[in-house]
């Protein structure tokens, strides 16, 4: 049964394959999607994103179209080049999405449905987005009242796999994350029963900020969170900055702290096993049990 995470790993692996692509082909065994295609063919339209929520994988076309599958029990996505052997027979086949290099195909899917982004908000059944923390609309407080409702119902949720949950608040991704919770001064394996309200207003406060200055920086598009700037060091320094040294815990594992010294550590977190960092010296451990440990050396 594909959790969460499959799913999150098949739209990944579809957006890299076919995002930003033509659609060449278009085939379905379902009469609803046939009916739709008919009207309003997908050949010729760009897919402009294919994103995960939850265990539902939505194809964005252009021209307002969207793909919406549940895997259910059963279903799969497959990808494969142009021309290559499927790895399960026709009469399992529900949706190919063809391009140039690519078929996407969707196996077996229960669910499948076309969507506008109007019919979409009005669904009940797809999980909705969290306000977008770089939206004009999004305040400190909505933020807050966001993972606080959040907490209630996920008492022992871990406050950095909820920073990355799109559900809650939409925008932060891995590098964010770990920035956010350092800079909140916050242990990001800690339970969300033991976050303190001005603690969530601190994070949610850095997560604005930071997000807000990079887009002004222009790297907002960066693949990958490339070229993000948290940490701008000594202002005076005439140095031109390295790209090491733009981030306070990312990707640091095993380096002094630039706060106060100590060995940022890394550990695998949540069941999508992402990579998350921090210093056990400003972010305290706060919970039962013993703090968590984690690797202080790159490859160690
Ligand atoms: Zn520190």
């Known amino acids: 049964m594909p959790e969460g995470d499959t799913i999150y ?3 990944r692996a579809l957006q890299k394959a076919i995002g930003g692509r033509v659609v060449t082909g ?3 065994g379902l009469a609803k999607l046939t009916r739709v295609n008919d009207d309003a063919p997908l050949v010729g339209r760009v897919v402009e994103k294919v994103e ?5 994988c939505l194809v964005y076309f252009s021209g307002d179209l969207i793909l919406v599958t549940h895997m259910l029990m059963s279903g799969s996505w497959h990808l494969y080049r142009a021309g290559e052997r499927w790895q399960m027979g026709r009469g399992r086949m529900r949706v190919v999405i063809r391009t140039a290099d690519w078929e996407a195909v969707a196996f077996n899917v229960p669910i499948a449905e076309f969507h506008t982004a109007r019919s979409l908000e009005r669904s009940s059944q797809v ?3 969290g306000p977008d923390i770089l939206s004009d609309e999004f305040t400190v407080e909505g933020g807050v009242a966001r993972l606080d409702a959040y907490g209630r119902e996920n008492p022992e949720a871990e406050i950095a796999v909820v920073l990355l949950n799109q559900r809650v608040l939409a925008g932060l991704g891995n590098v964010y994350k770990s920035e956010v919770a350092f800079a909140a001064e916050v242990n990001p394996f800690r339970a969300m029963r033991t976050i303190t309200q001005r603690e969530m207003e601190k994070m949610v406060e850095v997560a604005q900020r930071y997000m807000k200055a990079n887009v002004a920086d222009g790297v907002s598009s960066v693949k990958g969170g490339e070229g993000i700037v948290t940490y701008s060091g000594n202002r005076r320094t005439t140095h031109a900055m390295d790209r090491e040294e733009r981030l306070w815990v990312y ?3 095993g380096q002094e702290c630039r706060r106060c010294g100590a060995t940022v550590m890394m550990r695998k977190q949540g069941v999508q096993a992402r990579s998350t960092y921090w210093c056990p010296e400003c972010q305290p451990w706060v919970g039962e049990g013993d703090a968590p440990v984690g690797r202080g050396k790159i490859g160690g």
Request: zero cysteines.
């Open 251 to 253: 990707k640091r594992q």
């Open 26 to 28: 278009f085939e379905t």
């Open 127 to 129: 999980p909705k987005l």
């Open 52 to 56: 995960s929520r939850g265990k539902w």
């Open 9 to 11: 790993r098949a739209a």
